[in-house]
């Protein structure tokens, strides 16, 4: 394999920034991956990777790029999203990369750039000292901030014996998060004149009953805590109903979101909303529901002795100098898929903040430490 030295991060991730990748999904006429990829690619294939486009959404691809071992090895999975949340309510020029006080800013330096800066640069310097039995692969992926079709379109062509995903951590060491269930409840009324209550059915005061009930629900599951996520949440988050002042309301509709801890899953949620519902029913003279479901994503927990949980907690206490913190996200990420895909995984990555918001950064010095930790579990967990 031709050398071309160890690579650094730090401009890695200037040039990544400076790539529009905003995901048209969340904004409409945004870049998308293919520019971003394209780069990633001719960045990894002289360095002795078999790089692949997976594009089934045109202008979505994804990229996974293997460096295959010698044979009788361990291969091992590292994975970071290439989209980006929108630009216009950055302060400053979002793709034009500042270093100040040991910072790097800018749209994705945080979320999640720095992770695919510090995890091509990872395997790269693995893969050129060589020795490597087991397979590298990395999955850099599109539409992670949506609906995580680029792991899934992933998933369907490649496998591996473990996976690190590189999303934000503050350098410890993530190995569970919450999953969530987004439904609609349509509460029925019937329509009439304002005028004329004996033939009108309210239903924005019908849903009155729903909303004391729900947070009722909530007041239950702060009852039962996840020893890491803490308990599994509720919430209604957004409401429409009625049509205008003079007339009874025929509809009211809420969509929840769900926010769920391993050991539930949507058809729990489901079960337990209809059960709410048709208490309401039962109880609530004229009270009559539809109940819609739509996305959903499992919550996610990984084994603590798994080989590539212990391997990674090894070197990460070697690099810090310290055992690393052991935590839980309440937000959900791709491990879960790749956890369902029957792949050990683990979230490690960069510190930094003000992912999704007006200024966004990562740590510079914890991009090498991350880069460092995860060069030596890559070398460790496939040789």
Not at 102 to 129: L, Q, S
Not at 171 to 181: D, I, N, Q, S, W
Request: glycine letters at 10%.
């Amino acid at each position: 394999m031709t050398s071309l030295n160890s690579p650094d991060p730090v401009p890695l991730l200037a040039r990544l920034i400076g790539i529009d990748s905003v995901n048209p999904d969340l904004v409409p006429g945004g870049a998308g991956e293919t520019r971003i990829a394209d780069f990633c690619a001719g960045w990894l294939a002289p360095r002795g990777f078999d790089v692949h486009r997976l594009e089934k959404r045109p202008g979505r691809p994804s990229l996974v790029a293997v460096a295959r071992g010698m044979g009788g090895g361990r291969s091992l999975m590292l994975n970071g999203h290439l989209d980006t949340v929108g630009l216009s309510t950055y302060d400053g020029d979002p793709l034009e990369p500042e270093i100040r006080d040991g910072r790097m800013y800018g749209r994705g330096a945080f979320d999640m750039k720095g992770g695919i800066a510090a995890m091509m640069t990872a395997a790269a310097r693995a893969v050129e000292r060589g020795r490597l039995r087991g397979d590298v692969i990395l999955a850099c992926v599109a539409d992670e901030e949506h609906a995580s079709s680029g792991t899934e379109e992933v998933l369907e062509a490649f496998t591996a014996d473990a996976a690190v995903v590189t999303e934000p951590s503050h350098l410890e060491v993530t190995l569970a998060h919450k999953g969530f269930a987004w439904l609609d409840v349509e509460i029925q009324g019937r329509a009439a004149h304002g005028s004329r209550p004996d033939l009108g059915v309210d239903a924005i005061a019908k849903a009155g009953h729903f909303l004391v009930a729900l947070e009722e629900w909530g007041r239950r599951l702060a009852r039962a805590p996840h020893p890491l996520l803490g308990a599994g949440t509720v919430h209604a988050s957004v409401i429409r109903g009625g049509e205008e002042a003079s007339t009874y309301p025929a509809s009211c509709r809420i969509t929840i979101e769900r926010r769920t801890v391993p050991g539930e899953s949507a058809d729990t949620v489901h079960a337990e909303l209809t059960a709410i519902l048709d208490g309401l029913s039962a109880g609530v003279p004229g009270f009559r529901y539809r109940l819609h479901r739509d996305l959903h994503r499992e919550p996610f927990e990984a084994d603590p002795e798994a080989p590539i949980v212990r391997t990674l907690t090894r070197h990460a206490e070697a690099v810090l100098g310290r055992p690393p913190v052991i935590r839980a996200e309440p937000f959900w990420t791709d491990c879960a898929l790749l956890d369902r895909a029957g792949i050990p995984c683990l979230l490690f990555g960069v510190d930094g903040g003000g992912a999704h918001s007006a200024t966004e950064w990562a740590d510079i010095a914890s991009l090498h430490q991350v880069t460092d930790v995860l060069t030596r579990t890559i070398s460790d967990f496939c040789s």
